[in-house]
């Protein structure tokens, strides 16, 4: 058997009654400087990364002379579709005992470093702190990044289209509740991209500032939260007055300031405002799950594992619908949302939220794409990006 990183006979996989305390932690500490010094040594390719995107970007700026600066390509250096390849990768490789899903968080948390690095990033939410797009937002893209609260999902896409953040996070769909027509909305009059997906497991909790669950008078939380634990607070709760308020981060921050009144949150909600759990996990369904988008100016590149969404209306005619639909069929490509909204501009006419496999880029999808274009009214790609790798 190999020696262990200390060089001593005692490191991982020996015989256990045959090590000790003393020996493992010489292991561990000797295996910790060698993580620090790779961790650096990944930093620094990272700042030499952003060195050579500045030059290249420098080198085509310069080349393009007489353009439009207004229209020219933003210098990039937080790169989704290389990101999804990263965590992808390491899943792939991971031999345990760590579990998939643990070392894709950690190198999730490594890039952010990195690029952070390169440049901090700075995203917009829908707050206030504490809410659950926060720990969608901080899920996809670590720790490192600045988060930055904004009262509604407008003034996401107002922060990010005015370049005050770099990038936004906006809730789009729940499993339990369906989609959030609002965000939907807000994409038909934009021009921003989508850059990524997260989804979160939405686990709700009861929480108080202090005291105990007979002293509860009153229960706050989001309109979501409420109807995700209504068959729980029925039973648990059947007398206690529910109040619907703005967001779970605004019901926990209600919470902590008011005795008696209770909150429905996850726990970043729970941390931050550093509230107990009277109990845990009360929404009715367990696999209770939302879905968000990231958005940013810019588009993304292949990764290789990709998710299309379009919004296109068609002609109000017998048959439109499978009209726009055919060609997918037709290529096998997979169809993973399909969603119908008011046009607003006319009564009783429709557009479609689509959603699909595959990059605007791969072959097959631009001639798809070039198809909807010719057989609808209106045909807008809100964006190519990684499917959520975490
Ligand atoms: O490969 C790049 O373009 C990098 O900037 C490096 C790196 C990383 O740390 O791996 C950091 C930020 C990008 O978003 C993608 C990857």
Known sequence: MSKSASGSDSGPGQDSSAVTLDSLRADIDSIDSQIHALLNRRAQCAQQVAEVKTREFEAAQSFETGSDSSSAQQLLFYRPEREAQVLERVKAANTGPLSDDTVAFIFREIMSACLALEKPMEVAYLGPEGTFTQAAALKHFGHAVISVPQTTVDQVFTQVESGQCNYGVVPVENSTEGMVSHTLDAFMNSSLQICGEVE?????????????????????????????????????????????????????????????????????????????????????????????????????????????????????????????????????????????????????????????????????????????????VMCKILGSYPKAAL
């Not at 009153?218 to 206690?240: E, G, K, M, T, Y």
């Not at 909150?263 to 009360?282: E, H, P, R, T, W």
């Not at 009715?284 to 290789?304: H, M, Y």
């Open 200 to 376: 979160l497991r939405v686990r709700l909790h009861l929480l108080v500032a202090g005291g105990d669950s007979q002293d509860i008078k009153r229960i706050c939380a989001h309109q979501q939260a409420l109807a995700q634990s209504r068959l729980w607070l029925d039973a648990n709760f059947p007398n206690v007055e529910r109040v619907a308020v703005s967001s779970n981060g605004e019901a926990a921050r209600i919470a902590a300031g008011e005795s008696g009144t209770a909150a429905i949150a996850g726990d970043l909600a729970a941390q931050q405002y550093n509230l107990a759990k009277v109990a845990s996990d009360i929404e009715d369904r367990p696999d209770n799950t939302t879905r968000f988008l990231v958005i940013g100016k810019e588009g993304v590149q292949a990764s290789g594992r990709d998710k299309t969404s379009i919004v296109v209306s068609a002609n109000n005619r017998p048959g439109a619908l499978f009209n726009l639909l055919e060609p997918f069929q037709r290529a096998n490509v997979m169809l993973t949302r399909i969603d119908t909204r008011p046009s607003r501009t006319e009564t009783w006419t429709y557009v479609f939220f689509i959603e699909f496999e595959g990059h605007r880029d791969d072959p097959e999808i631009a001639a798809i794409l070039k198809e909807l274009a010719d057989r609808s």
